[in-house]
Nanobody, 128 residues
Framework: QVQLVESGGGLVQAGGSLRLSCAAS????????VGWFRQAPGKERECVAA????????YDAASVKGRFTLSRDSPKNTVYLQMNSLIPEDTAIYYC?????????????????????WGQGTQVTVSS
């Protein structure tokens, strides 16, 4: 089993940047495919970025492509979501999630139901 803790959220002006962190305990991220999701008030949770277990498969939602980057730091057992050029529409609670994947898997997952473990979420608010 793995426990996930997000951090790095906050209030930022439009055009600014934030880096979210998701630290894992219990097991290493190298055993999992990873995803970052967000949920805005009144909206469904959506996947903004995903990464396969072997790092070869990546996904970025159209709404964040070119602005958000998911990365993994294996020695620190942490994944990050670097968010640049933030806009008010990025305001949401952001969650990281993982699912155990086969060793050489390049598959990533974009549906909420595919993931087994979730963090508690971190609030990101972008002011105009």
């Amino acid at each position: 089993q793995v426990q996930l803790v997000e951090s790095g959220g906050g209030l930022v002006q439009a055009g600014g940047s934030l880096r979210l962190s998701c630290a894992a305990s219990g097991r290493t991220f190298s055993s999992y495919a990873v995803g970052w999701f967000r949920q805005a008030p009144g909206k469904e949770r959506e996947c903004v970025a995903a990464l396969s277990r072997d790092g070869r498969g990546t996904y970025d939602a159209a709404s964040v492509k070119g602005r958000f980057t998911l990365s993994r730091d294996s020695p620190k057992n942490t994944v990050y979501l670097q968010m640049n050029s933030l806009i008010p529409e990025d305001t949401a609670i952001y969650y990281c999630a993982v699912v155990e994947a086969p060793y050489y898997s390049d598959g990533y997952y974009v549906t909420e139901g595919a993931y087994s473990y979730w963090g508690q979420g971190t609030q990101v608010t972008v002011s105009s």
